[in-house]
């Protein structure tokens, strides 16, 4: 497992990284990743989640990006001190890769700023980094 944590303005975005075995295929170049990401806010004004955007590399070193609107269908408001969880997938065509990004936040004041997601690893156990 991987994890990552960084903190941007008091949002504090902390992921956790696993290889799925059950939705892998290795002998057709396909690994299945799961990671579950806790956004909290610790600072002290509301912000909501508006958008994401993820840098995805696989061991090929080719790069995929992912921008939309929220996350699982969700733009979450979250007061000071609330946090909101969720878990989402990314396939690789390797055993090995990594994730970073950001997550487009708007404060209730209209303010828009950009929250850091540290890079994390998506690893099968044992594969060679």
């Known amino acids: 497992m991987s994890t990552s944590d960084s903190s ?6 902390q992921v956790r990284s696993r290889y799925v075995p059950e939705r892998s295929s290795p002998e057709h170049g396909a690994w299945f990743f799961a ?38 269908g969700a733009q979450p408001m979250l007061e000071p001190g ?15 890769g990594t994730m970073h990004g950001t997550y487009q936040m708007v404060t209730k004041d209209g ?6 997601i540290a890079p994390f690893s998506l690893s099968m156990p044992y594969a060679v980094n």
Do not use: K, M
């Open 111 to 116: 303010e828009r700023f950009d929250a850091e």
């Open 35 to 72: 990671y579950t990401v806790l956004i909290t806010n610790e600072g002290d004004t509301s912000v909501q989640l508006i958008s994401r955007h993820w840098i995805i590399t696989n061991a090929d070193g080719d790069v995929e990006e992912v921008r939309g609107p929220g996350v699982v």
């Open 8 to 13: 941007t303005r008091g949002v504090r975005v």
């Open 82 to 96: 609330e946090s909101f969880e969720y878990t989402s997938a990314c396939p690789l065509p390797t055993a090995f």
